[in-house]
């Protein structure tokens, strides 16, 4: 293919983009001169260049199209349902054509015809129509012997379009954008395009495929200098600054990568209009961070499972008018796409105001299909049997609809987000409506990874999958480790949880050590919905990684999703916790943690709120447990100071760190020193806790003041003794400056 | 390396697109050649990440240019005892992609004629004959041709499962 139809094809491609939005928007609006104008110029550009590049069929069917906006931009003619829909027809089948070119490099063989006649058809204005009919009449007179056939004929053939000066019917399709682009009126628009193209560039995405993975290269590279330097003070200036370049330089270069969702949001209105119309829904659409920005190859990957979640949602979820009439709900029903960044990752909503998902529905369905024992599922939590619906052949659809409910949808939505490496989690409630929701990480080809060790060798974790870490000295292993036969099983927080032995499963038959005789480590992952433990002999840092592809031969192995090289230049295999639980027999009946008859009390107890145990300069604190993002453990010299207070540079944020323990104080003057952080959430800041050790996680018990008998806030019952919790929401806010309050002491004394 | 350098036979009134160019590697005792149009760098002295329920053949995994490399051990392909110790890789290219063949020790480039070539001798052992291309009968030594296409790693495992 030449250069000149390549171009081409993108300019068209982009042109329609731009055209399907505007009609989706027309039908709010159809008067909207800057809108007609924009799908005129894309039709017209296409036609006009068509000619020139001799795509003769091409050329024919936009020509029928130019002819059609020409009138409604004149005024002659307003848009109306009918002939939205066929321009819609004319997109559909433009977009074909260019297909067509694109894989064979000319035009194909198809009949335009019937689409273009129905262009012609929508084109005739009342006037236009009323004066052909009365020539007809005039002619069928004249020539009495042929009765008025031809103008018979006509009417048939023009409708169904019902009469421009009609009102235009409730707008099935509404979007709240709040881009700034969606600015009304055209000269504005143009100007800011015509800027626009000015200070864009076209770029080859192999190139930044290049880039990015020099990028990697780059990091790698960093991670070696900072390890490899870190004992000299001399090099500490320079390794911070190629630090900050290299955190810089690759951001900039995954922004380039980086394309705002409304990409793929912007297809949605269209199939809402159509699935709406042909499911007989009202439905109104609202759109939310349109502007929010994800790497190009995950904006392809999570298209098919948006575009599911929303056929599903107008399926299964919002009812037809009449039913939402009789529930005494707004007859129109709302579909709501939001996507937000939370950190490193970007949050994709799909919300509507249905019929929501019948608990009970779903629980009968499993125990029915043999997917969840009818004991067990009467045990488990709202949430807990949500989550099934994500499980292969489960649809609660009454019937099959062409448009879902084959059951095969949901499972697809989830393999696709986590083969991204990203999760999705369904809410809802009868009668009020679902949300899914999906979570996409910023970019695929660096990951934070936790390194772990087995075999004398590392391996790369993805910490997506990971939920938590399980310590077992050696002295403890025999008894903590329990056996099912040849299943091995750890008890946690009152619930089995099966294990896999990296070593035996990377080394089968080779002689592994008896646990009693080493250090264990726990990891929890969570992959797929399965749930397991992979038993590793150590834990190293955790690192951000650069994945690799591996070579054919080993990607056969099963077990292994890429190799990285790590900071220390050693090469480590990164683990695929999805397959590790599959060939190890995690299978989802098993995986749900099987709860022990004779630990139900514990079990019931493990539903209070958790703690995690911490100690700071000798006194014991415990902070809320779902509060905890992470814990760091990191040198002194990592805490920098804003005035007097301490802060963390922690993934390129800045993390204001309390240290009303006076931890930091007592360890200053000694850079090397490891300080243990705690990264907790407060509300929507991130904060950290310096503490000297963490303990323990433990369920706690409430408490209640003598005489009054009321709840007392601040401290809880922890291993039986009363400790303070730690006032997440009172560590002062940055910037700080002159306004710090000299602090009180956030963590309480603790009372034996 | 004597025994290859003596080897080297340079005939002057050859014309010189008749030359086979190859770079020689050792194996214990015995001497190797592979085609340097199928090489593409040379890595010294590196250490591969053993890849735990890789197929015999497979040498480990190397860091090269930005890529990870898989390797494939002639060692463990002729049924050699493995080597304690870095090893030298030569990378190739073959159809299938690029990969790393893992040997005691590369050697230098030689030339030889076509003059001094042998087919395989029928007496090999069956499983090995088809890595190899023929011998080149040096001054005093025989240097086994070796079939960079044949050693491809996809190769391999698709003639492991045959």
């Not at chain 1, 407060?682 to 369920?699: C, K, Y």
């Not at chain 2, 160019?21 to 050649?33: D, H, I, K, P």
């Amino acid at each position: 293919m030449d250069e000149l139809t390549r171009e081409f094809l993108i300019e068209s491609q982009e042109g329609l983009d731009r055209m399907e939005r505007c009609l989706t928007d027309l039908e709010e609006r159809p008067k909207d001169a800057g809108l007609i104008a924009e799908i005129f110029r894309s039709v017209h550009t296409i036609k006009g260049t068509t000619g020139f590049l001799g795509f003769k069929r091409l050329e024919k069917l936009a020509h029928a199209g130019e002819n059609l906006l020409g009138q409604l931009r004149e005024g002659t003619l307003t848009a109306n349902r009918s002939i939205i829909t066929g321009l819609l027809q004319l997109l559909d089948g433009l977009r074909s054509i260019l297909k067509t070119i694109e894989a064979e490099s000319n035009e194909g063989v198809g009949e335009d015809a019937a689409l273009i006649s129905r262009l012609e058809q929508l084109q005739l204005p009342v006037k236009g129509r009323a004066k052909r009919l009365a020539h007809a009449r005039v002619g069928a007179t004249s020539t009495p012997i042929l009765p008025a056939r031809p103008a018979l004929a006509q009417p048939p053939a023009l409708d169904p379009a019902p009469p421009p000066a009609e009102p235009v019917q409730a707008e099935p399709v509404q979007t709240a954008t709040p881009a700034p682009v969606e600015a009304e009126g055209d000269p504005t628009r143009t100007r800011v395009q015509g800027t626009a193209a000015e200070s864009t560039l076209r770029v080859d995405v192999t190139l930044l495929n290049r880039m990015m993975n020099l990028v990697g290269e780059l990091v790698l590279t960093r991670n070696q200098v900072l390890q490899a330097t870190s004992a000299d003070p001399r090099m500490t200036l320079l390794s911070r600054r190629l630090d900050m370049v290299t955190a810089d330089l690759r951001e900039s270069v995954m922004k380039a990568r980086m394309q705002p969702v409304s990409n793929i949001f912007s297809k949605i209105p269209r199939i809402v209009r159509d699935l709406s119309q042909t499911l007989g829904r009202r439905v109104r659409l609202q759109v939310e961070g349109q502007d929010t920005e994800l790497d190009k190859s995950l904006l392809e990957a999570i298209k098919d499972p948006l575009t599911h979640a929303v056929r599903n949602s107008l399926d299964h979820g919002i009812e037809p008018p009449d039913v939402r009439m009789a529930a005494g709900k707004d007859p129109e029903g709302t579909l709501k796409l939001r996507a937000a960044q939370e950190g490193s990752h970007v949050i994709i909503e799909v919300y509507d105001d249905g019929a929501g998902i019948s608990v009970e529905k779903i629980r009968q369905k499993a125990v029915e299909r043999g997917l969840i024992t009818a004991q067990r599922a009467s045990r488990q939590s709202e949430r807990e049997l949500l989550q099934l619906i994500f499980v292969p052949g489960f649809s609660t659809a009454a019937s099959v609809t062409n448009v879902s409910g084959r059951g095969v949808g949901m499972d697809v939505v989830r393999t696709n987000v986590e083969k991204i490496g990203g999760k999705v989690e369904i809410d809802s409630r009868v009668g009020k409506g679902t949300t899914l929701r999906m979570r996409i990480p910023l970019t695929l080809a660096i990951i934070p990874a936790l390194i772990v060790r087995s075999l004398n060798q590392s391996f790369a974790l993805p910490q997506g999958a990971l939920s938590e870490l399980v310590h077992i000295p050696p002295r403890q292993a025999a008894a903590a480790i329990e056996w099912i036969e040849n299943a091995p099983l750890y008890r946690l927080r009152g619930k089995l949880l099966p294990l896999v032995f990296l070593d035996r499963l990377l080394m089968p038959g080779g002689d592994h050590k008896m646990a009693a005789e080493r250090d264990s480590f726990i990891a929890v992952l969570d992959a797929d919905g399965r749930r397991f433990g992979l038993v590793v002999d150590g834990l190293a840092d955790p690192e951000e990684i650069v994945v690799k592809p591996l070579s054919a031969v080993l990607k056969t192995i099963g077990f292994f999703s890429g190799a990285t090289v790590l900071g220390n230049a050693e090469l480590a295999l990164i683990l695929d916790p999805g397959s590790i639980a599959l060939k190890a027999g995690v299978s989802l009946r098993e995986d749900d943690t099987v709860r022990v008859n004779e630990d139900e009390g514990d079990a019931g107890a493990a539903a209070a709120l958790e703690y995690l145990l911490v100690e700071a300069a000798g006194r014991q604190a415990a902070v809320p447990l779902a509060d905890v993002l992470r814990i760091e453990q990191l040198p002194l010299s990592r805490i920098e100071y804003i005035g007097y207070r301490p802060v963390l540079n922690f993934e390129g944020q800045l993390l204001p760190v309390e240290d009303s323990g006076g931890v930091l104080a007592a360890a200053e003057g000694d850079p090397q020193t490891q300080t243990i952080v705690v990264v907790c959430r407060a509300g929507d800041r991130h904060v950290g806790i310096a503490v000297s050790h963490v303990l323990d996680v433990a369920a706690g018990g409430d408490l209640f003041e003598a005489g009054t008998a009321q709840r007392t806030g601040g401290v809880t019952l922890l291993k039986n003794r009363v400790t303070g919790v730690v006032d997440l929401g009172a560590v002062a806010e940055l910037p700080a400056g002159e306004q710090v309050q000299p602090e009180q002491s956030l963590i309480g004394e603790t009372v034996a | 390396m004597s025994t290859a350098a003596a080897g080297l036979r340079v005939k002057e009134n050859a014309p010189a697109a008749a030359l086979v160019e190859m770079c020689s590697v050792r194996l214990g005792q015995a001497l190797f050649g592979v085609p340097i149009t199928h090489i593409l760098e040379i890595v010294g002295s590196a250490r591969p990440q053993p890849v735990p329920l890789a197929p015999v053949f497979v040498g480990g995994l190397v860091h090269y240019r930005g890529d990870v490399l898989t390797t494939v051990s002639l060692r463990q392909l002729l049924g050699m005892p493995p080597k304690d110790g870095p090893q030298d890789i030569l990378v190739l290219e073959s159809a299938g992609g690029i990969f790393g063949l893992l040997v005691d020790a590369v050697g230098e480039v030689l030339t030889a004629s076509p003059a001094d070539h042998e087919p395989n001798p029928s007496i090999l052992d069956e499983r090995h004959r088809a890595f190899f291309a023929g011998a080149y009968k040096l001054k005093d030594s025989l240097l086994v041709m070796l079939d960079p296409e044949q050693l491809d790693p996809m190769r391999l495992s698709a003639a492991r499962a045959a």
